[in-house]
């Protein structure tokens, strides 16, 4: 796997979510109350919200635009909502977190 | 193409036809309908709860101006038809709007019988019909002087009751020697006298009104003995007469009612009547039960979906006094062929009597207690043969077949057809059948969906032993609603505790009060954060990660994920200067959309989330500060130009404005706060809609709240006169403070009011000086940390991660 370093975990409020920026689009990347990392499109299988904008509660996080609770880790909407977003591989090593970008490490290859 | 369909009134019956006509054919016909009264349907049967107090207007709308909205209905409010050209098919209203017609439905309903004595119109006399008749005697009650009632039936009593609730001193005036005497035979009759008089209310049966006198309004009555009984307000509720008027006019046939067949059918085959208005098999109704069986026929037949026939039948009458029960059904008058059975019990104060015929139950009186009211009329209905059963049959279903005698094994007794709620003629088996179909949980539901108590509410009891019945321990009509999944406390309980624990952090409160899930979720978070911030605005650290993210980063996220921003403009008013700055920013950032808001300020729509900080910085060079626009916070304080310009104007309402603007600004709140003040009552600031308003006269400064103009729309409600500037404001942040410490999140002024009553907040605003004051300095004290001004924070560095991305990763590989 192509891991590809972001940044540090310092980096993002604990219950929050930045923001990475790659030629597929934006990526959310969110740190839990226990400091575990998730990234996932940050585009809300609904319409499209900006999900790095929601609250996080647990591991979950509610879209900005409409209430949809999309979980972190499986990128499925929560409850009666239907609907996937895709996730992303994250590494933590110690503070430094990394991604793992499939299909652009195929193209830079 | 599309029928037109045209009603005449807008009441209760036309009102139940349109939503059977909407579900059974809901695009045939373009919908007009023209009532005489100013208003939406709404539950007539409820203005005695209104007048007594129990109830608000509100809580007792049928259909709310969206509804009408919804199903593209148009609704001409306040227009009488005042003719019917069956030969153009044209109706024409008193303001001179004709619309044409395909089919015509008359639902005129009655009016009230005006016994023509002299004095009858002199002002102060009422009748009891609508809410106008409600509000006038509202008005009169403030007297707290003496009311006389002329008639001691159903109507009369009701308004008895509710006059004297308000605290006036009441007598009634029955021209009969023993009320209700059309349903009640004289025992129950006596019984329900003693039960009257014992509130406080005076009763003279045999009272023949002479004439009502007075000197340019009402001064009292005169009885044909020549009693004088003084009063300054008379209601006049001696009975009802169809309004067939417009009816007559047309040429169409009446006699006490518009006459129409069984499937609600005028001599005019394009004209359809029904409600108090029409007579069908030589009956006219006063009691809705029949008129909604009269609108599932209506409603049919205009669907042409089903031959549906309208069949009489007797209605139960129950007087919807607080504390009196009181049932009358079908006959009860003495006859050789006829046999009854009685049950008294004086000092329980209870008296029942079944009038049999042939062994069958023709009518039924009952006093006091009223639970088998259901079941004996279900017998009546049924024709069911008594003998076997004779002995106990006065003691009510419960001592029948060896059942217990709680009440829950009586319903469960009940047949699956019995009737449980008359006006809507809801049986049994359709309420058991929603609640395990539709999976319902609660009164509301059952009302929403089946129609059963949601009418004049007495079965009320009846549908929660259903509930209960169906749904066993999972019904706990007591149960306040949670917060959210989270906890099973509900916001009371939660804002109660954080205070009596002196809970100051959010991990605090979820750890001590159990909070089920690691960090709660995006419904209870900003709830707890708001009623932190509210409590120790000196101690507690606002929690941004629980915070909406328009409040998070203080713009208004937009469906394309950009943001808006709007400045603060005090009081609506502007400068060359500060439009100039706006044109620039504008014009910098290529910001797509510039717009009057309909807050008096200025939209600046589309701004990329990166160039919030840059936007902010010359907006802030500028003089300005964040308009809060996404808070739940002090939005806006709208003014009109008052003294300074206007001739009508007779305080400085623009001056206010602003200084109102310039104190509260920056204060967090359950939910949004939206003010105006308006120079004058023609209030062109629209004071009277906001959650706090205020309306300058010359003698000072009316202070309104509670109004409503989103998702509701609702007038505000005066809370009191002040004479200067400074009581005005103190009132207003202590009432706001009030506000603040009590209602739940996301609850607007207008329903924290209702909730916890507008008397209750005029004692503590208004009447206690002491409270006044502390809640006015704890507002004062809570500013101190809040009025900051969030966008120059940001500017300085706050929060920068907000708005920039955290890495930027990919692009060159990809480039390679
Ligand atoms: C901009 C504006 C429309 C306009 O172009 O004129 C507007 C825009 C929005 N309104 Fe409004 N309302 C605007 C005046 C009003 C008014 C009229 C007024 O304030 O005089 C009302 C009726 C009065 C009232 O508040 O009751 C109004 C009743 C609502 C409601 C219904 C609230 C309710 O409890 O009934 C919502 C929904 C909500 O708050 O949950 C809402 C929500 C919204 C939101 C925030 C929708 C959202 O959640 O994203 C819109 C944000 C757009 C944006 O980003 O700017 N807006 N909205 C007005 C801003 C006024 C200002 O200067 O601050
Ligand atoms: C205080 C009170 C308590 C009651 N309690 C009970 C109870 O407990 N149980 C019960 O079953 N019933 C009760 N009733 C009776 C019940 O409210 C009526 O039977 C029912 O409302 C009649 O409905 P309707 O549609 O026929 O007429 P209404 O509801 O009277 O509606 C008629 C409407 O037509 C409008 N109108 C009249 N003429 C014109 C015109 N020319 N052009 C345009 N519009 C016109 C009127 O303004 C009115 O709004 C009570 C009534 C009152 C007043
Ligand atoms: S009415 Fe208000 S909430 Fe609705 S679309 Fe317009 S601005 Fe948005
Ligand atoms: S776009 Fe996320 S809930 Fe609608």
Redesign the interface.
Known sequence: MNW????SIT??????A???????G?IA?FR???DQVFAIDDHCPH????LS??????AAV?C??H?W?ISLETGKALGADEGLVRTIPVKVEGERLF?A?EA??S??A | MTEKLVIIGNGMAPGRMLEHLLEAAPDRYAVTIFNAEPRVNYDRIMLSPVLSGEKAFEEIVIHGDGWYIKHGITLYKGHRIVAIDREAKTVTSDHGVTESYDRLVIATGSVPFIIPVPGKDLPGVLTYRDLDDVNAMLLAAQSRAKAVVIGGGLLGLEAAAGLKERGMDVTVLHVMPTLMERQLDPAAGYLLQKAVEARGIKIMTKANTKAIFGNGKVEGVELMDGTIIPATLVVMAVGIRPSIGLAKEAGLEVNRGIVVDDRMRTSDPAIMALGECAEVGGHVYGLVAPLYEMARVAAAGLANSEERRFVHSDTPTKLKVTGIDLYSLGDFADGEDREEIILRDASAGIYKRVVLQDNRIIGTVLFGETADGAWFNDLKKKATDISEMRDTLIFGQAFQGGVSSDPLAAVAALADDAEICGCNGVCKGKITGAITTKGLTGLDDVRAHTKASASCGSCTGLVEQLLRLTLGEAYNPAAVQPMCGCTSLGHDDVRRLIKAKGLKTIPAVMQELEWKTSCGCAKCRPALNYYLVCDWPDQYADDYQSRFINERVHANIQKDGTYSVVPRMWGGVTSAGELRAIADVVDKFEIPMVKVTGGQRIDMLGIRKEDLPAVWADLGRAGFVSGHAYAKGLRTVKTCVGTDWCRFGTQDSTGLGIRIEKFMWGSWTPAKVKMAVSGCPRNCAEATCKDVGVVCVDSGYEIHFAGAAGLDIKGTEVLGLVKTEDEALEVIVALVQMYREQARYLERIYKWAKRIGTAEIKRQILDDADKRKAYYERFVFSQKFAQVDPWSERVSGKDKHEFRPMASVGFAEAAE
């Open positions: 590809i370093a972001i940044g980096d993002i409020p604990p219950r929050g930045r923001c990475v920026e790659t030629p597929q934006k990347v839990t109350t226990d319409k499209g919200g900006p904008q929601g609250i996080v509660h647990g509610t900005p635009l209430n609770v991604i970008l652009l490490a193209k830079a």
